[in-house]
């Protein structure tokens, strides 16, 4: 059961790194930024992105003894990219 939370819980943590770069990008080639405050949702996608990461890694910390390498790269992932899109 906890692989399935897991595992979830990663893509949702991929997910949401994909689509704050794609808003950059779509930003930066498109005009948005007039029509929809991108730099506010960015920095609330990206405190919920330090959220979930934080969370993960508590539960590989609490839930299993040897955690594989592939969560911990998800977490260093969703850590970097949500700092960098709070600031």
Do not use: C, R
Request: aromatic letters at 12%.
């Amino acid at each position: 059961m906890w692989d399935k939370v897991f595992s979830t819980t990663s893509v949702i943590i991929l997910v949401l790194v994909g689509s704050l770069l794609l808003s950059s990008g779509l930003a930066f080639f498109t005009d948005i930024a007039s029509t929809v405050p991108v730099g506010i949702v960015q920095s609330y996608a990206g405190f919920a992105l330090i959220g979930l990461s934080v969370i993960l890694a508590i539960m590989n910390l609490v839930f299993i003894k040897h955690p594989p390498y592939e969560y911990w790269l998800v977490i260093m992932i969703g850590g970097v990219l949500g700092a960098i899109y709070v600031a």
